[in-house]
């Protein structure tokens, strides 16, 4: 079973930048679809982006335009470039392999 560890999160102004990484412990990774999600302090998971194994992607209306998911399968990894971030963006971003496989996440904390 493929494990899923994320890093990349910090606490940044409104209008700044993070990156995050979901790397993955198997290689088996890069067959997958992969989905980042967020959850906010009293508010369901959401879905943000996500990434196929050929590498076409989707995006939250919510995040469109400022956010990029990409993938490096040589590394095992996943990336969600965030820009122009507000602070509703704010919450835990988790990412996802294969439908069913979570990573515990990594907080993300915009300030106004």
């Known amino acids: 079973q493929v494990q899923l560890v994320e890093s990349g999160g910090g606490l940044v102004q409104a209008g700044g930048s993070l990156r995050l990484s979901c790397i993955a412990s198997?290689?088996?990774?890069?067959?997958?679809?992969v989905d980042w999600y967020r959850q906010a302090p009293g508010k369901e998971r959401e879905m943000v982006a996500t990434i196929t194994s050929g590498g076409s992607t989707n995006y939250a209306d919510s995040v469109k335009g400022r956010f990029t998911i990409s993938r490096d399968n040589a590394k095992k990894t996943v990336y969600l470039q965030m820009n122009g971030l507000k602070p509703e963006d704010t919450a835990v971003y988790l990412c996802?392999?294969?439908?069913?496989?979570w990573g515990r996440g990594t907080q993300v904390t915009v300030s106004s």
């Open positions: 996802r392999c294969n439908g069913r496989t």
């Open positions: 198997r290689s088996i990774f890069s067959m997958y679809a």
